[in-house]
Each structure stands twice: as C-alpha cells, then as structure tokens.
C-alpha cells in the first residue's frame, strides 16, 4: 500500500469507495464535487492503494482557524490494517506544515467502528457542540 495525494480523475473511485464504506451521503459526494476539492490549496486530500485501486481516504482542510477532517474511509475489506492511522498521520503531518494547532473531525456517530477509531487514537467527542447544516443552492 502506499499514499497519494488525489486526482481528477480519481472522482469515481473516490465516490465508490465512500458508497462502499457506508458513509452518509451528501450534496457534495459527486464526481463533480471531488474533482473541485481535490486541486484546492490548504487540502490534503490523501488515498491509499493497494494493487491499483483506491481502498482508503481522508480530506483535510486547513481554513486559517482549525484544521478540519473529513471523509477519513477505509473500504470494508482493508480495515483493521492500519490504514486509517497512516492516512491520518500523513494528515496530521500536512497540518503540521501549515502551522495547524486545533483539529476537528466530522465522524458518524452511529458509526461505532468510526467512534472507536478516533477515541483509539487520541481524539476526543466535544459534547458542548452541535452541527448545524444548511445546503444552498448554488446557481451557474
């Protein structure tokens, strides 16, 4: 296995990958969207493959404030091999360039495996905060 930084034209896998690992759908999980982000300053948005394919990933994002995490998914098939740990080092280590100090994660609740995960490694749930969500219409 080895880490890369995402491509254009890696959309597709990408959109399959999250689909495969069950992450909760959004208006931003299109081919469209991941082909925005991915050429972006101030985001790591780093895969893992193995044997071609795109079997892990994680997006992070630096705003000036926090750094902030998202979409850090293995494939069912690849967990409990350590790629969750090495796709967040690689993007602690992006946050470190940037002079990061706080990090924040979106993580699933529902998902228990995701909640262990990140307790496993040192993060912690911040009860004193809500998400609040909105989608705009975006006009062309």
Known sequence: MHLRRALPEDA??????WKDAEATESVTDTVEEVRR????????????????GIVGSVIGTFDGWRGNIYRLAVHPSYR????????MAATEKA??????????ALVE???EWAVGFWEAVGYLPDYRMTR??????VSN
Request: aromatic residues 10%; glycine residues 8%; positive net charge.
């Open 109 to 111: 609740k529902e998902h």
């Open 132 to 137: 609040f969500v909105r989608n705009l219409a």
């Open 80 to 87: 409990r091999r350590g790629i969750a740990r090495t796709l």
């Open 12 to 17: 597709e896998g990408i959109v399959s990958l």
């Open 37 to 52: 982000i991915v050429v972006r300053d101030n985001v790591a948005f780093i895969l893992a493959i193995f044997e071609g």
């Open 95 to 104: 946050f470190a360039g940037w002079e990061v100090k706080r990090v924040t």
